[in-house]
């Protein structure tokens, strides 16, 4: 059985890797992991936090996970895992593997087990009790007590997600280089057991506060500006705007976005530094040809094209990611595929992989690879809880994109191959094409058993009248020292902590 190392990072778009057409960003590492072997035409089916990673560990959909945006309750690990079946890591695990997790898994609750015999948690908020439980705020406790007054050890949130900033921290320590470092011990690890690793990286996501020197690495005014087109079709999607408020990102301007995406690209300069690190030790190995390597992101973030920052939309810049696939022994090296994949399809490689396939709602990517079966020819995205203004649904395949937008029951069409920034809207245009994608989404969600989101006959998308939500901001404080607003009951939590740190 090969190694098996799984690479991840939060929020990082598909466009962001130099060997892949990047001019501007220096990623070596990731460069390395290009020539290593395949660059995929990857998607996220739902394109937010909680509802991807679920995907990853199950192999399943937010139709069978039941998780469709990123609020859920306190028993939802126990909820999903009912539903799909045991979690990637304990599949592994009862074929001989041995496992280890290590950084952001984004659980509910945030503790849960996922089957990894080494679980190391680096989640970005702590809830009372929790800080201190957290692998890495633990260690900069224990080990550096002189940056542990600092509340956001990844940057500092709610009006400032969206503000360049500079990590507190010196680059080795920050969370990112402790990652690395746990994961470099594991693959030092004289065991003698093949390995599944899954190494997540909580970057680049806001804040954008890369360490010392890479705050400084990119000039923003080399920066690109963010693309539009037509405002209306940009915010047809309601959440776009809601998100842009509740993040404090509603009046970000061109200057302020090429800022935000010289930090952005520092933060990911710094996570390549760190994957090249683990990608030493690795080859260190006698093993190494025969290491699976997926890498890959949850989601991307808009980073201000059509006007929106965050993800949770069917625009490229959020549901699009990197994928790349390597494995020496098994497949080829440097090459660009065209090949549609998507997070559901980790679980299938894995097993894959292992010699014990289990495709659950994937597809058998590694067998389309090695040419032994059929290549994937769509993605279905989903996001948003089916029957409520929340819900839309994405079809992605050949050279279209089509966005089913339940709010209104808007309709939207892109040729992402001539027009790759989704700037021309088609759907009037090109009736025929919005037909045929739109009978796929509705075949689709029949397949799933996904009623709700269809009209009472089951023949078409169901639309509902136009929602405006009021709009809210969303908070995050340091909960877990007691800080969960703005105003003057801060001083008495920083007041209460300073007397918890005297006695």
């Not at 996922?114 to 702590?126: A, I, K, M, S």
Request: charged share 20%; proline share 8%; hydrophobic share 35%.
């Amino acid at each position: 059985m090969p190694n098996i190392l799984f690479l991840m990072t939060d929020q990082q778009r598909f466009d962001t890797i130099a060997a892949l057409g990047n001019s501007i960003i220096d990623t070596p590492n990731l460069d390395r992991l290009v020539r290593r072997g395949l660059s995929l035409n990857g998607y996220s089916t739902c394109p937010v936090c909680v509802p991807a990673r679920y995907t990853i560990r199950t192999g399943c959909e937010p139709s069978r996970t039941g998780v469709y945006q990123n609020q859920g309750g306190a028993t939802l690990n126990d909820d999903v895992r009912g539903a799909c079946g045991a979690y990637l890591a304990e599949v592994l695990a009862a074929q001989g593997y041995r496992t280890f997790g290590i950084g952001k898994f984004h659980t509910s609750p945030w503790d849960a087990p996922l089957g990894f015999e080494v679980h190391l948690h680096t989640e970005e908020l702590y809830a009372p009790g929790q800080r201190q439980r957290d692998s890495y705020a633990s260690f900069i406790a224990t080990e550096h007590p002189e940056y542990d007054w600092v509340e956001g050890l990844m940057g500092e949130r709610t009006d400032m997600y969206y503000i360049p900033q500079m990590s507190p921290l010196p680059a080795h320590l920050g969370v990112e280089a402790w990652v690395a470092d746990r994961a470099c011990e594991q693959l030092a690890d004289p065991d003698g057991r093949p390995f599944f690793g899954m190494v997540s990286f909580i970057g680049p996501h806001p804040p954008f506060a890369p360490p010392i020197p890479y705050n400084r690495y990119y000039d923003p005014d080399r920066m690109p500006d963010p693309v539009a087109g037509d405002p209306a079709i940009d915010h047809q999607d309601e959440q776009i705007p809601w998100m842009n408020h509740a993040t404090f990102a509603d009046d970000i301007g061109p200057g302020l976005a090429r800022s935000l995406k010289a930090r952005y690209y520092g933060e990911i300069t710094y996570i390549d530094g760190c994957i090249g690190r683990i990608l030493d030790a690795l080859e260190a190995r006698s093993d190494a040809d025969d290491t699976l390597i997926c890498f890959y992101a949850d989601h991307g973030d808009h980073l201000g094209d059509h006007r929106a920052w965050q993800k949770e939309s069917f625009f490229e810049g959020a549901t699009r990611i990197p994928m790349l696939v390597s494995w020496p022994s098994h497949l080829p090296a440097n090459e660009v595929r065209p090949d549609l994949a998507c997070l559901t399809d980790l679980f299938a490689i894995a097993t894959a992989a292992s010699g014990q396939l289990e495709v659950r709602d994937g597809h058998d990517l590694l067998g389309a690879l090695e040419g032994q079966t059929a290549p994937r020819d769509q993605v279905i995205g989903l996001y948003g809880p089916p029957g409520t203004p929340r819900f839309k649904i994405m079809v992605r395949t050949g050279n279209w994109k089509y966005i089913y937008l339940a709010n209104g029951g808007f309709e939207q069409l892109f040729n992402v191959t001539a027009d790759p920034h989704e700037i021309r809207e088609l759907h009037d245009t090109e009736p025929d094409v919005t037909a045929t994608l739109r009978q796929a989404a509705v075949a689709a969600l029949t397949d799933r058993g996904v009623r709700s989101a269809l009209t009472d006959d089951g023949r078409s998308l169901r639309p509902l009248p136009f929602e405006q939500r009021p709009l809210r901001r969303i908070y995050q404080f340091d909960a877990s020292r007691g800080i969960t607003s703005f105003g003057p009951g801060v001083l008495n939590a920083a007041r209460a902590q300073e007397q918890g740190q005297s006695t």
